[in-house]
């Protein structure tokens, strides 16, 4: 069955009624979007592995239970794709280093072995930077993606081969993950929505590369998360993979999040586009208070106000930097001799805070965590920027805002206080500028808070248009 470009880039809750409704079979459905990436990866770089022989498999299992000869589970037959620093059974993870370039999982992520239970197939792996630590998604093993809107920019990072690829109808639905924006941040720069839950809600074990255990830092502020076209498609993902896990000991039973029930009149926001040092520029500052004028319309309070959360970015930098990259430096030794530059000077090994040093950092950052709960007491839903500029050149190390340069890192203030406080943030598309590259919309919410999160996002994206494809 031929598919057209109506279907390939239709929701995945959609595609599943199609499935259920057997106007397709998943058979159909997978070959279908395998050679849609064939087609379209080319010039993109977004899909790095492809699991053609399994998929199929798996989608000869889903027509079965669909034709009436087993349980209908809630992803039946429907493709995905996965980051490729989240680790999938039998299939290549290599977190973009030469070091891991033929390692092959033995098992799958929590997050991914739920996914597969629901009954969704993973069709494909998508691009990374090295170590999934940059803005930008280039690796000594696949190279450099290219961003859908323009090739000469990044599609964002760590996650930007999922959100480029999301983007131009290779999947339907995927998985990312977040620590300093990672999730929100491709989403922005590819005009693609992404959910960064609440740390504790999803098993963030699977994440990490062979050998390296999950230094407090990265536990308490990395989380896996959905990515999507649809901000529908973020809450079906959501309910499937969040709750605990003997791999994962500090997720927590969470309720499904049912975000049609909130009632969108009783939620108050703050809105607020500049905060620290590196300013954001005009036109994303434009698009952000044109987006709260138009949720106001649909009688969503929307106030502007400062949140307090200026020490966010200190803190994500001093908790991260704590241990002076030490662990990393032993964990990967040699092997790193085979990383990129910028990757080797990211992480060279400083000097380490005492243990008495990181405890007072841990607590400076649970007296701000406790602050910013305060403020979220009366705005449970703050609205920003989700970095301070567009989609930038590949290669850049440095961006340029009203006639001056800052470290592209330095950038990333408006989602890495997210990070810092464990809070769930979902970016939708809320405009372009004057290049015509996607501006992201940042919704933020309290701990646990995922369900009104999901129900602003979705207003967001009724009153600003939400996704559209990409000029392929």
Known sequence: MAFSDELFFAPAHKLAAMLRKREVSSVEMVDAF????????????????????????????????????????????IPVTIKDSIITEGVRSTWGMKMFEHHVARQDAPTVERLRAAGAIVIAKTNTPEMTMDYDCDNPVFGPTNNPWNRERVPGGSSGGEAA??????????????????????????????????????????HMAPGIASPPPIAHMATIGPMARY????????????????????????????????DLKTVRCAIFTDACEVPVASEIRAAIERAGR??????????????????????WWEYN????????????????KHSRER????????????????????????????????????????????????????????????????????????VAWGNCAGLPGVVVPCGKDRDGLPIGLQINGRAFGEETVLAVAKAAETALGGYQKPPL
């Open 165 to 206: 690829a999301l983007a131009v109808g290779m999947s339907p639905l995927g998985m990312g993950s977040d620590f300093r924006g990672s999730i929100r941040v491709p989403a922005a720069f590819c005009g693609v929505v992404g959910l960064k839950p609440s740390w504790g809600t999803i098993p963030g074990s699977g």
């Open 231 to 262: 901000v529908d498609d973020l809450t079906l993902a959501y309910n499937v993979v969040k709750g605990p896990h003997p791999s994962a000991p500090y997720t927590v039973p969470t309720a499904q999040a049912h975000p049609e029930k909130v």
């Open 34 to 77: 395998i050679e849609r990436i064939e087609t379209v990866n080319r010039g993109l770089n977004a899909v790095v592995t492809l699991v053609e022989e399994r998929a199929s498999r798996e989608a000869e299992e889903s027509d079965r239970r669909l034709s009436g000869k087993g349980e209908i589970r809630p992803l039946e037959g």
């Open 321 to 336: 930097g704590a241990d002076g990259n030490q662990l990393m430096a032993e964990a990967f030794g040699e092997g790193m």
């Open 343 to 414: 990757l080797r000077k990211f992480l060279v090994a400083g000097e380490s805070k005492s243990a008495a040093e990181f405890f007072k950092i841990a607590i400076q950052r649970d007296g701000w965590r406790v602050q910013l709960a305060e403020f979220m007491e009366r705005y449970p839903i703050i609205l920003g920027p989700a970095f301070c500029v567009t989609a930038f050149k590949h290669g850049a190390t440095e961006v340029e805002i009203d006639g001056k340069t800052y470290p592209h890192f330095m950038a990333g203030w408006p």
């Open 294 to 315: 138009e949720l106001q319309k649909m009688g969503i309070v929307v106030e502007a106000v400062k949140p307090p959360i200026d020490d966010g970015d200190r803190l």
